[in-house]
């Protein structure tokens, strides 16, 4: 499973941007897609999380704001982040689980300020 993320950049506080990480190779394994990422100095955190194209996690800090959904006919995840703020600048890392196995995408950056 190879994994290419898109979509960062900057905004400023109140904006907001879409992620979209697509997928490739064996596709057909992936169970469950989701968003990393990792502040400055701090570990990498999870961020949003979709199982079986349906179930998803959200970290609390992100509720309300951000979606996470999955497109089958594009093998694609996408997040919608909105009302954003200077906290959720990072890097972030696209996800995907297959058979237990976890693939990662190159970081993509997001950086929310005035």
């Known amino acids: 499973v190879q994994l290419q993320a898109s979509g960062g950049g900057l905004v400023q506080p109140g904006g907001s941007l879409r992620l979209s990480c697509a997928a490739s190779?064996?596709?057909?394994?992936?169970?469950?897609m989701g968003w990393y990422r990792q502040a400055p100095g701090k570990q990498r955190e999870l961020v949003a999380r979709i199982v079986n194209g349906f179930t998803t996690t959200y970290a609390d800090s992100v509720k309300g704001r951000f979606t996470i959904s999955r497109d089958y006919d594009k093998n694609t995840s996408l997040l919608q982040m909105n009302s954003l703020k200077p906290e959720d600048t990072g890097v972030y890392y696209c996800?995907?689980?297959?058979?237990?196995?976890?693939?990662w995408g190159k970081g993509t950056q997001v950086t929310v300020s005035s």
């Open positions: 190779g064996s596709i057909f394994s992936i169970d469950a």
């Open positions: 996800n995907a689980r297959a058979y237990t196995v976890d693939y």
